[in-house]
Nanobody, 115 residues
Framework: VQLVESGGGLVQPGGSLRLSCAAS????????MSWHRQAPGKERELVAT?????????LYADSVQGRFTISRDNAKNTMYLQMNTLKPDDTAVYYC????????WGQGTQVTVSS
């Protein structure tokens, strides 16, 4: 099982970024996947979840509801996080997570929101 995040970078407040999480070693849409983030000096927090299976229900933290969208492309075996109207408080390292027989994490991608 391997998860590789990409798409992070520096963006101005109000801007957008799309993060990707490429999965290998398993079929992504069968399992519950999520995005988490960790800001300097803070604990890692759950940002968004997409439930495994055909339904693909989504859940969001209150702080990102209405601004972030989690999705997946089954053909590419990749999960995404579209982030709009970014704020300085969104600055963090973003990680993707998959729950199979255990919990798997990617290496993280840095998102910095600053003018």
């Amino acid at each position: 099982v391997q998860l590789v995040e990409s798409g992070g970078g520096l963006v101005q407040p109000g801007g957008s970024l799309r993060l990707s999480c490429a999965a290998s070693g398993f079929t992504l849409n069968r399992y519950t996947m999520s995005w988490h983030r960790q800001a300097p000096g803070k604990e890692r927090e759950l940002v968004a979840t997409i439930i495994g299976g055909t339904g693909g229900s989504t859940l969001y933290a209150d702080s990102v509801q209405g601004r972030f969208t989690i999705s997946r492309d089954n053909a590419k075996n990749t999960m995404y996080l579209q982030m709009n109207t970014l704020k300085p408080d969104d600055t963090a390292v973003y990680y993707c997570n998959a729950v199979l027989r255990g919990s798997y994490w990617g290496q993280g991608t840095q998102v910095t929101v600053s003018s």
